[in-house]
């Protein structure tokens, strides 16, 4: 057998995103040829590298079910790929686009375009993992390299991780960061947020927007109550939780609970 033969044959492809995803693979630097030592990238349209329809060992989807050509191509895709892994939040929980989901997408596309007639759309934007059976998740938005590098090395020992649910807090507080709640009365996500970003933005002051979805275990309901304490109206408290994962579901019952008009009521 050729060396190439034996290489992990990898295929990234994409439905309705913003390509964010498939950049943290480009962003590895020199991580990068150290991976196509043990990987043949097979269809990578960001790197140049283009055969759709190839049968792969495995591949890697990012973005949401939005269109009818997403569905189309979600399931072509399964059927060529022998592992299959949904990157970033548009493919795991549908994604900032999922936003749909709550309210009337005809009224959005009628408020929106000129002709809404030439928008060819589903009535709501679904993660894969609702159409279709999927391998692995990797969560984030977008996902960071250094998730790329723990499933790639999981993988080369035959195994998949297990998925990373801490909470972003416990993140926090190794990295021994003022807590933007406690100091600043801040509405961080991160007491219901999974781990992975490195907490970046409370290590900067800000709160956590919660771009890695639910954790294990989250108590969004109490977390609601008290940025409603901090002083944030209904409103508020429903757009923290459905800036990226409103379709999550424990996010999601919050952005109901708390949401005052929809779209709906408003026209
Ligand atoms: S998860 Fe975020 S970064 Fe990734 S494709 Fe979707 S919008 Fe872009
Ligand atoms: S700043 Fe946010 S993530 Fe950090 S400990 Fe406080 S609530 Fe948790």
């Known amino acids: 057998m050729s060396k190439a033969k034996s290489k992990v044959t990898v ?29 043949e990238f097979k269809h990578f349209i960001e ?12 591949a890697f989807i990012e973005g949401s079910v939005s269109t009818p050509e997403d569905l189309k191509r979600l399931q072509e895709v399964r059927n060529n790929a022998k592992l299959l892994v949904s990157i ?14 709550l309210a009337d997408g005809d009224v959005w596309k009628r408020g929106v375009y000129p002709h809404p007639e030439f928008i060819a759309t589903l009535d709501t ?3 894969v993992a609702e159409h279709v059976k ?7 938005c977008p996902i960071t390299v250094q998730q790329i590098r723990h499933f790639v090395q999981q993988l080369t020992l035959g195994t998949l991780p297990q998925p990373e649910m801490e909470k972003l807090c416990m993140e926090c507080k190794r990295q021994q960061n003022v807590c933007v709640v406690v100091t600043r009365q801040a509405p961080c996500l991160g007491p219901v947020t999974r781990t992975g970003c490195g907490a970046l933005c ?16 989250p108590n969004a309901r109490s977390l609601a109550n008290r940025f409603s304490g901090l002083g944030l ?29 929809s779209v709906r009521e408003i026209e």
Do not use: M
């Open 11 to 39: 295929a990234i492809h994409k439905l309705t995103s913003c390509s964010g995803c498939q950049l943290a693979f480009l962003n590895q630097g020199k991580a990068l040829l150290s991976l196509l030592e043990i990987v």
């Open 134 to 140: 999927i391998d692995f998740e990797l969560w984030g």
């Open 47 to 58: 790197a140049g590298v283009y055969e759709p329809d190839a049968k792969v060992d495995l």
């Open 125 to 127: 934007s679904t993660p």
């Open 233 to 261: 109206v209904s409103e508020e408290v429903a757009q923290r939780f459905a800036a990226i994962h409103s379709h999550e579901p424990a996010f999601k019952a919050q952005v109901e609970h708390w949401q005052g008009l």
């Open 202 to 217: 409370p290590e900067f002051g800000k709160a956590c927007y919660g771009c890695f979805g639910a954790s294990e275990q």
């Open 88 to 101: 970033g939040a548009c493919a795991t929980s549908g994604g900032v686009q999922a936003l749909r989901n």
